[in-house]
């Protein structure tokens, strides 16, 4: 079965970068469609950028876009989101998930697997 573990979220101040890391187990990051999206609270999900097995990006919404960029590592088996320019707007949990496809559909924002999520805030 697959599982899905994020990481490198944590403080950092307006204008800064992260880069969150989402480590697969139990599946091959080349072989299907991973994405990233995120819940703040009292907020709707949002659906942010996908990665397909064929290396197609997509995003879902002008919030992250010139500013957010996913990519893949097959040798650590790790989808990762490179954050820069970060916006307190931009606090949320952040999530990596996957419905084991090789396409990236719908809004983003429902997978059949999904981590546990990392805390990103924005804040001076």
């Known amino acids: 079965q697959v599982q899905l573990v994020e990481s490198g979220g944590g403080l950092v101040q307006p204008g800064g970068s992260l880069r969150l890391s989402c480590v697969v187990s139990g599946n091959t990051v080349d072989y299907n469609a991973f994405g990233w999206f995120r819940q703040a609270p009292g907020k709707e999900r949002e659906g942010l950028l996908c990665i397909s097995s064929g290396e197609h990006v997509t995003d879902y919404g002008d919030s992250v876009r010139g500013r957010f960029t996913i990519s893949r590592d097959a040798a650590t088996n790790t989808v990762y989101l490179q954050m820069n320019n970060l916006k307190p707007e931009d606090t949320a949990v952040y999530y990596c998930?996957?419905?084991?496809?090789?396409?990236?559909?719908?809004?983003?924002?429902?997978?059949?697997?999904r981590g546990q999520g990392t805390q990103v805030t924005v804040s001076s």
């Open positions: 998930g996957t419905d084991l496809v090789i396409g990236c559909y719908g809004k983003g924002v429902e997978y059949d697997y």
